[in-house]
Each structure stands twice: as C-alpha cells, then as structure tokens.
C-alpha cells in the first residue's frame, strides 16, 4: 500500500457532517425555547404560592382586627408609584409594621419576607412578586362600621399594569 485513500474508504463527507450540525442545532434552540418557557411557569407558581400566603396572613389580620388593612389601588392604574405604596401598606400590616421604616414593629407579624421579596422607595417598604414589579393590593375600604369585606391581591405577571389582565395572577 502506497499511504493513499482506497476507493470506498470509511470517512464522512462535508454533507453529512452539515446535517449533523443543523441537526444539533435544531436540538439545541428546542432545549432553549423550552427552558424558557419552564422558567417563565416557576416563576408563575411562585407568584400563585405567594399570593396564597399573603392571602392567608390577611385573614389572621382580619380575625385579630377585624377589618382587612386599608388599600385603595385601582387595578387600571398605571403609575408604579401607586402600587408601591399599595404594597407598602400591606407589608406594614403583615409584618406588624406601625412606621414605613421596614423595620418589624411592635405588633403581631403574621409573615415575614425575605430581602428579596421586598423593595424600597427610601421612605417606604413594599413587597415584589418574583416578576420584580410591586404586588397590587385593594380593599372595598371600611365602611361607617368597620367592615370592608374582602380585598383583591395580585401581581401584574410580565404583563404591563393597567393592561391585558387576563395574563395576571390574581386571588380572584
């Protein structure tokens, strides 16, 4: 033998291995588009689970005080800084917060949040869903007795606030 390729030699061809490339490449933006979309639904959940506790300790504090905290947020508003401070009321009422320091007060806490899960406007401490935006916190208000009967708590998702709401997650 003189060292040079036999006719029908085993080797791949330019072809084959651009096909395997497109191949692996194809594979690749599936796992990418996928992994995104996992993300994106944790996230989700976790904004659910959060709602369902925030939810929980707003009944302890209606059972020791009878009313819900005061929240007056239109759900149609648009300016961050009002559900901000939306927000800042409800972690003042579940930490048992009687100043916007941020700091826990001499109330009852019924919640505690870790650094993560809170913001802060320099004067106020409000609570973020996992989406980074302000949780939207409402009650119908007191009335002459005392009595607001329910509240609305949810988190504009990736959505924009005062928007498309069917994409919100909501306790409602």
């Known amino acids: 033998m003189d060292g040079s390729l036999r006719k029908g030699a085993a080797g791949f061809t330019i072809v084959e291995i651009l096909v395997v490339i497109t191949i692996i490449l194809v594979l690749a933006g599936l796992i990418l588009a996928t992994s995104g979309y996992v993300h994106k639904k944790g996230v989700r959940s976790r904004a659910e689970a ?15 005080n009878g009313v819900y905290p005061s929240g007056a ?13 939306a927000s800042a009321v409800l972690h003042q009422a579940i930490v048992g917060d009687t100043e916007p ?8 806490s019924y919640m505690t949040f870790t650094p993560s899960q809170l913001g802060d406007t320099g004067a106020n401490t409000y609570i ?18 005392g009595y ?25």
Do not use: R
């Open 50 to 64: 959060e709602i369902a506790a925030i939810s929980a300790a707003l009944e302890s504090y209606k059972a020791d």
């Open 73 to 85: 947020l239109n759900p149609a508003d648009t300016n961050s800084s009002s559900y901000q401070a």
């Open 101 to 108: 320091d941020g700091i826990p007060g001499p109330g009852p």
């Open 128 to 145: 973020k869903d996992p989406f980074g935006n302000s949780y939207g916190y409402s009650t119908l208000g007191p009335t002459a007795g």
């Open 148 to 172: 607001n009967p329910t509240f609305d708590l949810w988190s504009i998702a990736d959505g924009q606030m005062g928007t498309d709401q069917s994409k919100w997650v909501k306790n409602w």
